[in-house]
């Protein structure tokens, strides 16, 4: 069967699998580190994902290949195909209080109503607001917007600066996804266009951006090979995890994200609920929270033991706690939204305060935060039959047994894998076929 290449571009690093497009699985794979810090210069993916394919034994056997890529991070590009200033990533809140100007122009209920989403600093559209406001030079410089997998997309397709790259500057070649273009602040999902007068207030002009694609549309690679649309990585896992409406997924990493998919756009001027788009036509509604695995790692440090030692005193505890409860804030919150919000520990009495209680009360603190995602998306009707645990936290055995309780549905928790790439490569097969 053919090979097809799927790439996870992280905010830590790049992942690459080379993947069997018959039966999907894994071949070969590779990897290569991303620098460190919220501003980044985009050749430093461009040189990672070069080193990771050839980790992975290179590309030369590979038919059709997909990208798929931290969300958000402003990648701005000048006329001769350069880019103008280090991308500002998702996890970087220089553009806080943009955010909040773009809110008291428009009001939360418009934006949300025109592209699905109430702004944060992490959307690009606030980033994009913060390089006018902050580097009103570089923004006047700004000929083209992409988005970090749009913009590895057109350097392997033979795009890039006047002079370096063998196709040269052509900006016009820019491609995305729905799922990543749900993620600027300036696509709407529900019609599937770009609202230029949100990106000109954003920008103070207008400024090319990458076409979108259709999920089963693609373009192609100097070599001839098929080349997906790509996606977001939250996206692209659901994709690779083979989500379907009805599914909710909860990641348990540094942070926390659920997302459910949706057969119709979701629109929630609390901002609570991002509407994204997916990588396959429906929705990706999706909260995110700001603690997640860490809550465990903070407790099982400072209990003294390992994350196994921790899992097992939290199963040695009565569900509850004995009414011992953790409030897990321990970097503020973002949903809800309490950024100055600290952790407390409640509930404090000489037959609760145990180091098996304890342990359970961070594991049911931790996932009672994730279920007020949950609840965020029952609020608004989304149907919620099976959630997906993944993430490093979902390797916890006291995760996996308490979730069920806590969430309130049933939980399944596929095998470790890097389901990003997997859900690139899983693309990638997909637009192989109908070509």
């Known amino acids: 069967m053919p090979l097809v290449m799927g790439v996870d571009s992280s905010t830590q690093s790049c992942k690459v699998v080379i993947v069997d497009a018959g039966s999907g699985s894994v071949v070969r794979s590779g990897r290569a580190a991303h620098p460190d810090g919220t501003s980044v210069d985009p050749e430093a993916w461009w040189r990672a994902l070069d080193a990771a394919i050839a980790d992975a034994g290179g590309i030369e056997d590979v038919e059709a290949w997909s990208i798929g890529g931290q969300q958000h991070g402003m990648v701005a590009l000048d006329a001769s195909g350069s880019v103008i200033r280090d991308a500002l990533l998702w996890n970087d809140t220089r553009s806080a209080q943009a955010a909040?100007?773009?809110?008291?122009?428009?009001?939360?209920?418009?934006?949300?109503?025109?592209?699905?989403?109430?702004?944060?600093?992490?959307?690009?559209?606030?980033?994009?607001?913060?390089?006018?406001?902050?580097?009103?030079?570089?923004?006047?410089?700004?000929?083209?917007?992409?988005?970090?997998?749009?913009?590895?997309?057109?350097?392997?397709?033979?795009?890039?600066?006047?002079?370096?790259?063998?196709?040269?500057?052509?900006?016009?070649?820019?491609?995305?996804?729905?799922?990543?273009?749900?993620?600027?602040?300036?696509?709407?999902?529900?019609?599937?266009?770009?609202?230029?007068?949100?990106?000109?207030?954003?920008?103070?002009?207008?400024?090319?951006?990458?076409?979108?694609?259709?999920?089963?549309?693609?373009?192609?690679?100097?070599?001839?090979?098929?080349?997906a649309p790509g996606a977001g990585d939250n996206a692209a896992a659901a994709y690779g995890l083979g989500a379907e409406p009805g599914d909710v997924v909860v990641s348990i990493g540094t942070s926390g994200t659920v997302c459910a998919v949706s057969r119709t756009p979701l629109f929630d001027e609390s901002g609570t609920v991002a509407g994204f788009a997916d990588a396959s036509g429906n929705f990706l509604p999706l909260v995110a929270t700001l603690n997640a695995a860490r809550v465990l790692d903070a407790t099982a440090a400072l209990l003294g033991v390992t994350h196994d030692e921790f899992s097992e005193l939290a199963?040695?505890?009565?569900?509850?706690?004995?009414?011992?409860?953790?409030?897990?804030?321990?970097?503020?919150?973002?949903?809800?939204?309490?950024?100055?919000?600290?952790?407390?520990?409640?509930?404090?009495?000489?037959?609760?305060?145990?180091?098996?209680?304890?342990?359970?009360?961070?594991?049911?603190?931790?996932?009672?935060?994730?279920?007020?995602?949950?609840?965020?998306?029952?609020?608004?009707?989304?149907?919620?039959?099976?959630?997906?645990?993944?993430?490093?936290?979902?390797?916890?055995?006291?995760?996996?047994?308490?979730?069920?309780?806590?969430?309130?549905?049933?939980?399944?928790?596929?095998?470790?894998?890097e389901y990003v790439a997997l859900g690139a490569a899983r693309q990638a097969a997909a637009v192989l076929r109908e070509s």
Request: hydrophobic share 45%.
């Open 100 to 227: 909040q100007d773009l809110i008291a122009e428009f009001g939360a209920a418009e934006l949300a109503a025109r592209t699905g989403v109430v702004p944060v600093a992490s959307f690009t559209i606030t980033k994009l607001r913060w390089l006018r406001d902050a580097e009103p030079e570089n923004a006047a410089r700004v000929a083209a917007v992409a988005l970090p997998h749009d913009w590895l997309t057109w350097r392997l397709r033979g795009y890039g600066p006047a002079g370096a790259s063998p196709l040269g500057p052509v900006l016009e070649e820019l491609v995305t996804d729905r799922s990543d273009a749900s993620g600027t602040g300036y696509w709407n999902p529900a019609d599937g266009s770009y609202d230029r007068d949100l990106l000109v207030a954003a920008l103070g002009h207008d400024a090319i951006l990458p076409r979108v694609l259709d999920p089963s549309e693609s373009v192609q690679d100097p070599a001839g090979r098929r080349v």
């Open 315 to 417: 199963l040695h505890a009565s569900p509850g706690a004995d009414g011992l409860t953790l409030l897990p804030y321990f970097e503020g919150e973002r949903t809800p939204n309490l950024p100055d919000a600290t952790a407390s520990l409640s509930g404090m009495t000489l037959a609760s305060t145990t180091r098996p209680n304890l342990a359970r009360a961070a594991v049911e603190g931790m996932l009672r935060g994730l279920g007020a995602g949950l609840d965020a998306l029952r609020a608004l009707d989304v149907p919620l039959e099976r959630a997906l645990l993944i993430g490093g936290g979902a390797q916890s055995e006291a995760v996996r047994r308490i979730a069920p309780d806590v969430l309130g549905l049933p939980v399944e928790v596929p095998e470790p894998g």
